[in-house]
């Protein structure tokens, strides 16, 4: 019986871990609970979020347009004037045709009709008349976008039920949308000038070209100032830098600097760039300058991370055939960890380009009707357009701006699916 | 290292052709300054460019004092031609201009902008506030009972019988917004000074402004950014949240917000034009003399900001919300502006 107290010591710890099963089982239970619904509250997020976005945005996708038969007149537009002319009372003359209510003597009525119109209408047809002028004289179809509250009482937006002093549109207007829908003369197409045109001030002629003009300028600025700049550091940081206090401190301090707001990156670009070289305000080299300044640092960080995860064996083998340092690096290290640095690259890009406090300081947030030809021509960026659609009281830009911001989302998706393409494929397994 | 010098290389290749692209000249014009007077320097722009096929000009909303700064910068092609400003150019701000060059300034008076009190069109009480009842739910400290305290309503039945038994909420811009400068002055200082605490009490205008310019931070005067739509979708959402916002955003929003009366003054082009509706402000540009002929394209710009196709009542700047001046006042102004007419220094 010499075994009973170990018996014993054995039941009581059994009886201990029995007692204690269906505690640990609970806690285990709460844990996998709390996770789950940690989870679920974060896709509730981005479905609210997104589905928000959806259901504002989608009516920006589409853009009512009305079909003309426009006679261009003679008398009103003259070869000789030429690129000026009554643009718009012939587009008036040519809508009124359709709307035998109206008297094309009545000045009044006749602004009333040219008002279903966008502003940009003129000058598709003045644009079209200049590189052809043989049309003077002819009757042309045209077809042109039609004026911001016409466009929302056709997307739903304008309710009929609101008293007519306080709807944008009167029932005298909305007689003659309606009878313009009769006649078929309304359509509604894609709206691919959200893509192709620049920043307006008439919500249906307003689109992102510029933004995004300007977002590929200034990221196309920031990745050749930050990756080679990055990864060079990061190479010597990682390969040749003697281990010692200053190399220590040179990587904390880079470690810092991925931290800093990028706010505070904007304000040393405005006191530097701008103030000290006298660069351009709004351009977007200068965007990109400063953007540079905020993604070297992830680039820094990720390149030597993606050096680490390359095995000494590989180093040590080329050093024992004889490989010189840097041949070792360059030959060998480098192009295996290629996959690493440019998923962090691109990934400091993703971030870059979502980035808006910086290029609001450097006044990328100007108003601009034409898109950047070149690095050096002032633009927007896609965050800061964003940012000023949002600003602006026309009705029509509640819809745009979240258009807009879908547009973002999209190309961040897909720089960040590039990056997840690139590691997958080119990753190697040690 | 063939990779550093590559590197080094590429970085003085940028270095040169970034210097060779500023010393090329600018083309199109840069303008600053007010968030109010934006949206109506977009549409000139806008229409110019279209008109005449020249650059775009860049226009910046960077609100008026941030714009003074700017435009004040200096003579020469980095600094902006045009300053917008939602209040005239301060004697501070025409010193720091002289002392960098730049000495002729023209000023253009191009209408008014009126601040409007919204209200949610479901709030069915027929809203009509006294600025004096404006200051007593706004104001942080206020006379009750011949002391001056911190302010302690909470509703506005408190301030008068006749008002509505609702909380008092109103959302309003920031401190850094020219919108709010011009609320506290137009509307607080003289809400203040109706006061029989005030008018009796022989108070100088230097005390109002010391004692009256703040407005409350104990929860019914919110902060809502300088984002104007969104108090107008705060207030939309709120039917007994006020807001304070340009009439412009009012004006947009016709169909779901209503003006709140002030002495019983609607707001509207009409009233603030006329003048009979109190809370309305006047609307500069500055036009930097020197860089005219300089700059191409900007006497042309400037013609067309002062053509009656933009700025005469039925132009397209009042109907984006631009309350017009009186037609001989106009032309006196298009006269002055385009002989670009130097300013005096300001007063004060």
């Known amino acids: 019986m010499t075994d009973i107290p170990s018996g014993s010591v054995a039941r009581t710890t059994m009886d201990m871990v029995r007692g204690s099963l269906s505690r640990r089982h609970r806690k285990q239970f709460i844990l996998q609970a709390l996770g789950i619904t940690a989870i679920s509250l974060a896709f509730l997020m981005l479905f609210i979020l997104l589905a928000s976005l959806i259901s504002t945005g989608h009516k920006a996708f589409t853009q009512t347009e009305i079909t003309l038969e426009v006679f261009i007149d003679p008398e009103e537009i003259s070869a000789e004037r030429l690129p000026r002319g009554n643009f718009d009372d012939v587009l008036a003359a040519a809508l009124a045709a359709d709307l035998p ?39 042309i179809a045209l077809s042109v976008p039609v004026s911001d509250p016409y466009d929302q009482l056709r997307k739903g937006l304008l309710d009929r039920e609101t008293p007519e002093s306080l709807r944008r549109l009167d029932d005298t207007q909305i007689a003659f949308y309606d009878r313009l829908i009769e006649i078929g003369a309304i359509t509604s197409s894609l709206n691919t000038g959200l893509l192709t045109n620049a920043d307006s001030r008439f919500p249906e002629l307003a689109g992102l070209k510029g933004a995004i003009m300007g977002s590929f300028w200034a990221l196309l600025t920031c990745f050749l100032i930050s990756f080679p700049l990055g990864i060079g550091a990061a190479i010597y940081l990682e390969e040749f830098a003697p281990k010692n206090k200053l190399s220590d401190f040179i990587e904390v301090n880079i470690n810092n600097l991925a931290a800093v707001p990028s706010v505070v990156f904007g304000l040393l670009a405005l006191a530097v760039f701008i103030g000290w070289f006298g660069m351009p305000r709004s351009a977007p080299l200068v965007g990109g300058m400063t953007l540079a300044l905020m993604t070297m640092p992830t680039i820094i960080i990720a390149t030597r991370a993606a050096l680490k995860a390359v095995p000494p064996s590989i180093r040590e083998a080329a050093l024992g055939v004889g490989a010189s340092k840097q041949q070792v690096v360059f030959g060998h290290v480098v192009p295996l960890a290629m996959p690493g640095i440019l998923t962090g690259t691109i990934i400091g890009l993703a971030q870059a380009l979502g980035e808006t406090a910086p290029l609001l300081l450097i006044g990328m947030n100007a108003f601009i009707t034409s898109a950047p030809a070149t690095p050096f021509d002032s633009a927007t960026a896609l965050p800061t357009q964003i940012f000023i659609w949002a600003d602006s009281p026309e009705r029509g830009f509640v819809s745009r701006t979240s258009a807009a911001i879908l547009v973002l989302l999209s190309f961040l998706i897909m720089m960040n699916a590039i990056a997840t393409y690139l590691r997958s494929k080119f990753e190697r397994k040690w | 290292m063939l990779y550093l010098k590559l590197t080094a290389s590429a970085c003085a290749v940028a270095a040169i052709s970034t210097t060779a692209a500023f010393a090329q000249s ?10 109010t007077v934006f949206p109506y320097t977009q549409a000139v722009a806008e229409q110019f460019a279209n008109n005449t096929g020249a650059p775009s000009p860049v226009v910046e909303s960077t ?166 739509n969104l108090i107008v979708q705060r207030i939309e959402a709120d039917p007994n949240a006020m807001g304070i916002f340009g009439y412009s955003f009012l004006y947009e929003n016709m169909d779901k917000l209503k003006g709140v009366q002030i002495e019983g003054v609607e707001p509207s082009i009409e009233t603030i034009a006329d003048k009979s509706y109190p809370v309305s402000r006047p609307l500069y540009f500055y036009i930097k003399n020197a860089h005219r002929g300089v700059i191409p394209n900007l006497d042309a710009f400037i013609e067309e900001y002062m053509s009656d196709d933009a700025l005469a009542s039925g132009g397209y700047l009042s109907e984006r919300g631009l309350v017009p001046l009186a037609e001989d006042r106009m032309q006196t102004l298009q006269g002055n502006v385009l002989n670009g007419q130097s300013m005096e220094a300001p007063a004060g």
């Open chain 1, 101 to 139: 209510s109206v008297d094309p003597n009545d000045r009044a009525a006749m602004r009333v009709v040219g008002g279903i119109l966008s502003n940009g209408a003129q000058f598709q047809l003045r644009d079209r008349v200049v590189a052809d002028p043989s049309l003077i004289g002819q009757t």
């Open chain 2, 63 to 228: 609100g008026t004092g941030g714009g003074m700064q700017i435009f004040c910068g200096g003579i020469g092609e980095s600094h902006a031609d045009i300053t917008g400003a939602s209040r005239a150019m301060k004697a501070s701000e025409f010193e720091l201009c002289q002392q960098n060059g730049v000495t002729d300034i023209t000023e253009a008076l191009i209408g008014f902008d009126g601040l409007s009190l919204a209200i949610s069109r479901e709030n069915d009480f027929d809203w009509n506030l006294t600025l004096g009842e404006v200051y007593l739910a706004l104001g942080a400290q206020v006379p009750v009972n011949g002391e001056w305290v911190d302010n302690p309503y909470t509703k506005w039945s408190e301030i008068n019988p006749d008002l509505p038994e609702t909380e008092i909420l109103a959302y309003g811009p920031p401190p850094t917004s020219g919108t709010r400068d011009a609320f506290v002055e137009l509307a607080m200082h003289a809400g203040c000074e109706e006061l029989d605490y005030v008018a009796n009490g022989g108070f100088d205008g230097d005390w109002v402004e010391e004692n009256c310019s703040r407005m409350r931070t104990d929860g019914p005067f919110v902060e809502a950014g300088e984002n104007d």
């Open chain 2, 26 to 35: 600018r083309d199109a014009i840069r303008i600053v300054g007010s968030s």
